[in-house]
Every structure is written in structure tokens, then in C-alpha cells.
């Protein structure tokens, strides 16, 4: 860790100026900021780095490490990380993966203890953490807080282990952030009572005003399957302390493009304030969550980045802890430890299974309900159809885009969940995943009934992964930890999920990334029709239909 200065036009966030100077880093710590000129034309920007607010390392099928090696490109020096995914899993022996992968690396991950696992009642997980699970994670330095409280409803009815978790965290002084789709009023006004901080899940600026007017901070969201920036923005330049920039779940391909810095490079085209911007992408983090990252401070860890402008933030190099670990859109140095195949951090435990076990017999239903599956969103809509049937069971309806989607249990063997999606436009063949929130268990949808065997039997085979077949073709990304992540280099897990990608979207599906919003078909947390091993579930009544 060598002493070095850096030379450009350093932003002071707080203070809200920019000036020309030099900042000089000894032992990994800013020494000392020097004040040369004012603002220099054509010299580029130093700024603290950026802090992702809220993801799942999980949703970049990668493992912490090689997450870190893509994001520092994009000037991110740390993330809040909820480890929900692999915990609903493995339980705490998937959330200590996690944490031991991310110290491999010099980048700053801050994991959070995961609230509720399982999510909900009404499916299976592979595991649970119980009131003293979290307790005694939350009593760990390196977790900074409690993971989003999906259960809102045991917040709200004063669910006995839900608040010992809320407890728990206040006791030890550390932030509960929330999660609270559609939630207004009195019932958003209870849930903030209970001691929850944040929402991330505001998909109108009506409620994330609501909520900001309450005391609650919002973090404005902008994934690869929930788009909510153009929604939120605008709010930031009235309430910017209250607001942040997180991606919640970002997909490899999306990974390796952008990540905060695009954000704000949005932020400017929409005129908001600079220091504003700023003051989300990198400093509120810090405040709220009490992180051990810079803020480009003297005595600071030196965690700060070099943006060519503030117009396209352009990244040209990433500092942390004075470590120089990314410049001109690449890492620098060999600091990723790969890890091999490891059967321990996985639960698979189902048989193949039959075509036979896929039919949905028809029985005079004159409707069907249908889940209606809305682009860049999470949440879906109810909808009826006529039945399309063929010797006494229903199948898919290619004609009006009414697709059979299945959920298989992965832990054990089960009666298969079966219902209809609309909106996936696949023609033919079929995609599977066995990424599919919160409990990953396997869900699939097709043209037809041998084409979702095939793929759920491919997923099943890899102990995990992500299928597309149809048209004589047939493409896997393995995902062996966790049924989650692959374990090989980040660059190439893109280039894989790049190509099943467009080979979905090759067998006619017109969704933006088809993927994620499958993996979300299964979340029964987010309103307003799912589809759990279990059976198809009311997210607005929270009960099966």
C-alpha cells in the first residue's frame, strides 16, 4: 500500500464546491487535500466512490468476489448486500459463503442478516432463520443491519418473531430496512413506527412522497427487472438527504455495461443538482448504514474515483483503501480468488421428472386466471382467459400468448405447481431457472409440455442453472453454488447469459430480460397474482386462490 497524490478537480459533496487540488493518500488513508486553483476546465473529477444501496450480490450469478471485480470498473467501492437469496437456501452456512468469499477481495461488501427466511408460509425454502439466527448475525461487526422486512403484514398484526427481529437490531443499534410495495397511509405510517428506516420498493413518486413525507428514506431503484428511476427521480432534488441509488437485483450482462455512475449520468440529462446526485450515489449510504467507507475526507479511508466528467461519469480509475483497483474499464492486478465446486453450499435434492407429471386437466373450466407479466416491473396483474385444451388438459395458447408456467420444488419431491402467464411471447421450446425468488425453487414456462420437462430436467441435472431449448437447440449456464452463482470468471458468465438471453428472446419472447422477470413469477411478497411450489397465490389477500 504505497503513498501516492492524485491530481484533479475534487468534489467536496457536503460543502457543495469543487475545486482544483491535489489529494495525497499515505498508508491507505487521505493524508492531506490541497486547494491549488479553482475549478480547472478539461481536468477530471476525483469524488468519493459510488455505494450500491441495496442488491443481492446473488442476482449477478456471481459470487461476491467476482462481483467485486466488475463493479469497482464502474467506480463502485461498496455495497449493502442482503444475502436473503442464499440464505432462503442454505440457511447461515450460505450467508457465512458469502461473507468469506466477499473478504477475499479488497472491496467494501456490508451484508445485512436476512429477515425473513423463508419469505413466506406458502412455499418451501431450503432453510430458516429463526429470532436467534438473525440475533447472532447481527451481532457480527461485518453485518450492518436488517435485511428488508418483507413480512409487512407480521409487522403490521405485531407477528411476535417478526418484531423480536426488529428488536434485536435496534437493541444493537444497527437500521432495519424496509420493504413495502403499495403500502400508504396509516398501514406505511405502523410499519415506519416499528423502526424501519428505508423502502425500495416505490413504484410511483404519489408513494415515495407519501413515504418520504413520514420520515422514511427511499432508495430509487433501477435493476434488470424493476425500473423505478424515472419515477423517483424527480423527487431527489427536494428531499436529498433522504434518498439514495440502489439496482436491488443486476444481472451479469447489465453488470458488466454500468451500474450507479449511469444513474447519475441519467440524473444530470433530468437536471437534478449535481451535489444532490452525489449526495445519494456516494454520501447517504455512508451516513445511514454507518459505513467504514470514505467520503473523501481527510483521515478517510482512501475510497474515491476518478471520473473523466460529470456529465457521462465516465470512470477512469477506482481507488480502496489507496488501492488502485480499476482504471479505464478494467480491474487491475489478479485479486479474485476463484473458488472451486463446492456440493456444500447447494440444496438439490428432487428426482427428474415425467412429462405426465406437466398436465393440467381440464375439468369445463370456462376461465383460467392468468398472471399478466408486466416488463421492467415486479409486480403483475390478474387476468382471466378461455382454456386451450387438448385431450382433456389444458395447454399452452401460443395463439394469445397464455403460456403454461410451472414451479418445481427443489428440496424434495412434490406435486408439481402449475398455472398460465401472459406476456412471455415464447413461441416455441421452453425456459427454466432455478433462480427464482425468494426460495429458488425451479420455475419454468413453455410452448408445450415436453419442451418444460426437458428444461426443469436440465436445471435438476446441473444442480442449478438457467435453461433455454427450442428450435433443435439447447443452451445451459450453470449455476452449481446455490442453485444461485457461478464460480467462474464474471466476464464470461455475461458473455453465457448474453447468449441464453437472446436465445429466449430468439424463441419469441419480447420481454427486456426474460430471466429476471421469470425469476420473479415465484415472489409472493410483491402483489399482485404469483405462483409458489405450492400453488398459484394472491399477493393483495396473501392467501392461495
Known amino acids: 500500500m504505497g503513498n501516492f497524490k492524485v491530481e484533479g478537480n475534487i468534489i467536496n459533496i457536503t460543502k457543495r464546491n469543487i475545486f482544483f487540488g491535489e489529494v495525497a493518500v499515505e498508508d491507505g488513508k487521505i493524508k492531506s487535500i490541497t486547494k491549488i486553483s479553482e475549478q480547472k476546465e478539461g481536468a477530471h473529477f476525483i469524488s468519493p466512490g459510488f455505494i450500491d444501496s441495496h442488491v443481492h450480490i446473488e ?43 466477499g473478504n477475499t477481495v479488497p472491496f467494501k461488501f456490508n451484508f445485512g442478516a436476512p429477515s425473513c427466511v423463508p419469505a413466506t408460509v406458502f412455499e418451501t425454502a431450503g432453510a430458516e432463520l429463526n429470532h436467534d439466527d438473525v440475533k447472532a448475525l447481527l451481532e457480527r461487526p461485518e453485518i450492518k443491519y436488517l ?25 444493537l443499534g444497527k437500521p432495519v430496512d424496509g420493504h413495502a410495495p403499495g403500502l400508504r397511509g396509516d398501514a406505511v405510517q405502523q410499519y415506519i413506527n416499528a423502526g ?9 413518486a404519489e408513494e415515495a412522497l407519501d413515504k418520504l413525507q413520514r420520515g422514511m428514506k427511499i432508495l430509487i ?4 427487472a424493476a425500473k423505478n428511476f424515472e419515477a423517483l427521480i424527480d423527487l431527489l432534488n427536494d428531499w436529498p438527504e433522504m434518498m439514495m441509488f440502489c439496482s436491488d437485483d443486476k ?44 467520503s473523501l475526507q481527510i483521515n478517510d479511508d482512501a475510497d474515491f474515483i476518478v471520473l473523466e466528467d460529470l456529465k457521462n461519469f465516465k470512470v477512469k480509475q477506482t481507488y480502496i483503501n489507496g488501492l488502485l483497483l480499476a482504471e479505464n474499464g478494467k480491474t487491475i492486478g489478479n485479486w479474485v480468488k476463484h473458488v472451486e465446486d463446492r456440493e456444500s453450499v447447494n440444496h438439490f435434492d428432487c428426482s427428474l421428472k415425467k412429462v405426465e407429471d406437466f398436465t393440467y386437466p381440464f375439468t369445463g373450466q370456462k376461465e383460467i386466471p392468468v398472471i399478466e407479466a408486466l416488463d421492467g416491473q415486479l409486480i403483475t396483474n390478474r387476468l382471466s382467459a378461455k382454456p386451450k385444451v387438448l385431450n382433456q388438459n389444458i395447454i399452452s395458447d401460443l395463439e394469445n400468448d397464455v403460456l403454461k408456467m410451472v414451479v418445481v420444488n427443489r428440496y424434495h419431491d412434490a406435486p408439481i405447481a402449475i398455472s398460465f402467464v401472459k406476456n412471455f411471447g ?19 414456462l413453455g410452448a408445450d409440455d415436453k419442451s418444460i420437462c426437458e428444461a426443469v430436467n436440465l436445471v435438476i441435472a446441473a444442480t442449478g442453472g438457467v435453461v433455454a431449448l427450442g428450435n433443435g437447440k439447447k443452451e445451459v449456464l450453470a449455476l452449481p453454488v446455490a442453485g444461485l452463482m457461478s464460480n467462474h470468471n464474471g466476464y464470461e458468465v455475461a458473455k453465457s447469459y448474453t447468449s441464453i438471453d437472446q436465445f429466449a428472446k430468439d424463441l419469441g419472447s419480447t420481454l427486456l430480460a426474460p430471466f429476471m422477470t421469470l425469476s420473479f413469477m415465484a415472489l409472493l411478497v410483491i402483489p399482485h397474482l404469483k405462483l409458489s411450489d405450492k400453488g398459484l397465490f394472491d399477493g393483495d389477500e396473501f392467501k392461495f386462490v
Do not use: W
Open 221 to 224: 431503484r433501477e435493476g434488470s
Open 251 to 294: 444481472h451479469p450482462d447489465s453488470l458488466v455495461e454500468n451500474h450507479i455512475n449511469q444513474l447519475c449520468a441519467r440524473a444530470v440529462e433530468k437536471g437534478i443538482d449535481i451535489f444532490h446526485i452525489l449526495k445519494a450515489a456516494c454520501i447517504n449510504p455512508i451516513l445511514h448504514y454507518k459505513l467504514d467507507v470514505g
Open 59 to 101: 442476482s449477478s450469478m456471481l459470487i461476491p468476489s467476482e462481483f467485486a471485480r466488475l463493479a469497482v470498473v464502474h467506480g463502485i467501492v461498496s455495497t449493502i448486500s442482503d444475502p436473503h437469496e442464499i440464505a432462503n437456501v442454505c440457511g447461515m452456512e450460505g450467508v457465512e459463503f458469502m461473507i468469506e468469499n
Open 196 to 204: 424501519i428506516s428505508t423502502d425500495h420498493e416505490c413504484f410511483t
Open 147 to 171: 435485511s428488508e422486512m418483507m413480512n409487512f403484514p407480521g409487522v403490521l398484526y405485531k407477528d411476535e418473531e417478526v418484531l423480536k427481529k426488529i428488536a434485536a437490531a435496534h437493541q
Open 426 to 444: 415464447l413461441k416455441q421450446g421452453a425456459i427454466a431457472s432455478s433462480v427464482a425468488h425468494d426460495s429458488h425453487n425451479i420455475i419454468a
